[in-house]
């Protein structure tokens, strides 16, 4: 059974439209992640919740913002998609992170694929 | 030095040879670290986690050297179904999140 869901699971949008991708899980982990990952590069971490409290990286663009609605729903929105957009966009959950030394295994989604016209 | 760094790779390596990547970090107060698979157009699924000295699970070894701050990953007796990228996650170093490699990719030939 899936444990971390994304939908959908490709989204075409145009230049400048809002887009929303949604992420929900069944593990009730503390922890949810949200990166980005452009063809043959690395996830880069936009931001995660730790419970309610929210962490943005200092590079993430304020095109890109996050809604924690409850423990399971997680939402990604780009509020102006550009080209430069067009990515993976990966959501992963954890048990807790304590910062620094130790951290949780990451559970991914499948991702959701987004195309920019 | 960066937060996290690989192996550049590609790793071309006929079915049966042992091949291993490093993996070098900078957070010297790390305690977890992790190799994660990931197939192309896929998302990344964990191969092993190592919080101490090393871990080993079937063909794929890894190691941790705290002194000289770096991972590896052995993979022995290599499978065509080996193929794929492989990425080394360390702790951030400053925050509470998991920092990503770039990524070496391994390509198994038969």
């Known amino acids: 059974d899936a444990m971390v869901i994304q939908n959908p699971r490709y989204q075409v949008t145009q230049f400048g439209k809002p887009v929303t991708l949604s992420c929900s899980q069944t593990?009730?982990?503390?922890?949810m992640y949200w990166y980005q990952q452009k063809s043959s590069q690395a996830p880069k971490l936009l931001f995660h919740?730790?419970?309610?409290?929210?962490?943005n990286e200092a590079d993430t663009p304020d095109n890109f913002q996050s809604r924690r609605p409850n423990t399971s729903f997680c939402f990604l929105d780009i509020r102006s998609p550009g080209l430069g957009d067009a990515a993976m966009y990966l959501c992963?959950?954890?048990?807790?992170?304590?910062?620094?030394?130790?951290?949780?295994?990451?559970?991914f989604g499948p991702g959701t694929r987004l195309t920019v016209l | 030095r960066k937060e996290v760094e690989q192996d550049p790779g590609p790793f071309n390596v006929p079915e049966g040879a042992t091949v291993a990547f490093n993996c070098t970090y900078s957070?010297?107060?790390?305690?977890?670290f992790f190799w994660y698979r990931q197939d192309c157009r896929k998302e990344p699924k964990l191969l092993m986690s190592v919080y101490s000295s090393g871990n080993e699970d079937g063909r794929f070894t890894a190691q941790l050297n705290r002194a000289s701050q770096y991972i590896s990953l052995l993979i022995r007796d290599s499978k065509l179904s080996d193929s794929a990228t492989y990425l080394c996650?360390?702790?951030?170093?400053?925050?509470?999140?998991?920092?990503f490699g770039k990524g070496t990719t391994l390509s198994v030939s038969s």
């Open positions: 996650v360390v702790p951030q170093q400053a925050g509470t999140a998991l920092i």
């Open positions: 992963a959950t954890s048990k807790a992170t304590s910062g620094g030394a130790w951290a949780d295994t990451q559970y």
């Open positions: 593990l009730n982990h503390n922890v």
């Open positions: 957070n010297s107060a790390s305690q977890s």
């Open positions: 919740y730790y419970d309610k409290d929210f962490n």
